[in-house]
């Protein structure tokens, strides 16, 4: 069970608008942590693609954006394409004794 | 450009110790901006982050790990090091290295730079 909870799957067609959720609790999120989000793509590496709640790190895609308010957090995708499809993680810092910086269970985006 | 590259046993037996080290590329591991650390992903299950290090040497770690784990830094080396002992099964993941920004007053930019991931089993 993580402490960040993300719906398990989502899906969209190619060109639409998916949102993954991400939520906390008072320790984490809604104590004011910022939230990061990373893509990753099969066999490979986690890459941060949005920090601190709304920033993207230079070379990715304005298609993607994020947001946060109060306990939760989410992540946008515009214009989704095919290679937009990969696992994503939330996370943050949690100040309770579930580990400091924690991580959401991970959400696959599938591209119908 | 920074690069991580993660090092160590493939295959670990139940009870041992495990030690990796992750070799810091391209870029300065001295920086009181960055903090390095260590992540794991079991098979099919998502991430857990194990603990990370400070340029200070001030370490962190997961409470459920954390009477089995060290990490430790080598900045004549540039690289840094996980050690989890007593491992089980359960232990069986790839292991992640990476680097934690942090700005002005401490704020956390995340985990910018990420290794490949390597690949440990605990079997006897």
């Known amino acids: 069970q993580s402490v960040l909870t993300q719906p398990p799957s989502v899906s969209g067609a190619p060109g639409q608008r998916i949102t993954i959720s991400c939520t906390g609790s008072s320790s984490n999120i809604g104590a004011g942590y910022d939230v990061h989000w990373y893509q990753q793509l099969p066999g490979a590496a986690p890459k941060l693609v949005i920090y601190?709640?709304?920033n993207r790190p230079s070379g990715v895609p304005d298609r993607f954006s994020g947001s946060k308010s109060g306990t939760s957090a989410s992540l946008a995708i515009t214009g989704l394409q095919a290679e937009d499809e990969a696992d994503y993680y939330c996370?943050?810092?949690?100040?309770?004794?579930?580990?400091?910086?924690?991580f959401g269970g991970g959400t696959k985006v599938t591209v119908l | 450009q920074l690069q991580l590259q993660e090092s160590g046993p493939g295959l670990v037996k139940p009870s041992e110790t495990l030690s990796l080290t992750c070799s810091v590329s391209g870029g300065s591991i001295s920086s009181s901006s960055f903090h390095w650390g260590w992540i794991r992903q079991t098979p099919g299950k998502g991430l857990e982050w194990i603990g990370s290090i400070s340029y200070s040497g001030t370490t962190y770690y997961t409470p459920s790990l954390k009477s089995r784990v060290t990490v430790s830094v080598d900045t004549s080396k540039t690289q840094f090091s996980l050690r989890l002992s007593a491992v089980t099964a359960a232990d069986t993941a790839v292991y992640f290295c990476?680097?934690?920004?942090?700005?002005?007053?401490?704020?956390?930019?995340?985990?910018?730079?990420w290794g490949q991931g390597t690949t440990v089993t605990v079997s006897s």
């Open positions: 990476a680097r934690q920004i942090f700005g002005d007053n401490a704020v956390d930019y995340g985990m910018d730079v």
């Open positions: 996370q943050s810092y949690d100040s309770s004794l579930s580990g400091l910086w924690v």
């Open positions: 601190g709640n709304s």
